[in-house]
């Protein structure tokens, strides 16, 4: 399979990826990297420096307040649950339907670095409140080439 055609199935089965464009402000960018969302299925937009990635809440703590008068009212926030990478798994099944359990697994986890990279940060707040998320990525080029090294493509 060709660059051009990965490339092709990821347009049709992909609905939101991110591009790199530099430095933004906090509140534009995933994790202040950089990256920014795009959505839509054009395949002159996607290229293999894109990215697919999902990021949920993982915790943090509420409470502080102005009015606080001295007294502590922080108190924790619990997080949401790991959000799957389920574009990852409509991908690949269309990519290589046949793939088996062991192929998976290699190309998962066979290879430094991983596939998919975790990560997480911290948004400070107002009167010592914070939020902490956590997130997946997945980079198109790695994947292609992880593919290909496979067989798989």
């Known amino acids: 399979m060709s660059e051009q055609e990965f490339l092709e199935l990821v347009s049709l089965h992909v609905e939101t990826y991110y591009r790199h464009e530099g430095r933004g402000r906090w509140d534009e960018t995933i994790e202040g990297c950089g990256y920014k969302k795009r959505s839509g299925k054009k395949l002159n937009e996607i290229n293999l420096d894109d990215i697919i990635y999902v990021k949920w809440f993982s915790g943090g703590v509420g409470g502080g307040s ?88």
Request: charged residues 25%; hydrophobic residues 30%; negative net charge.
């Open 66 to 153: 102005c009015w606080d008068n001295g007294t502590d009212h922080h108190y924790p926030v619990h997080g949401e649950q790991e959000v799957e990478l389920t574009e990852l798994d409509t991908l690949l099944d269309q990519v290589c339907p046949d793939i088996t359990l062991k192929q998976y697994r290699l190309l998962m986890n066979g290879a430094s670095p991983a596939l998919v990279e975790y990560g997480e940060w911290e948004q400070n707040e107002y009167y010592g409140n914070y939020s902490c998320y956590k997130y997946k990525k997945v980079s198109l080029r790695r994947l292609f080439e992880r593919l290909q090294g496979l067989g798989l493509i």
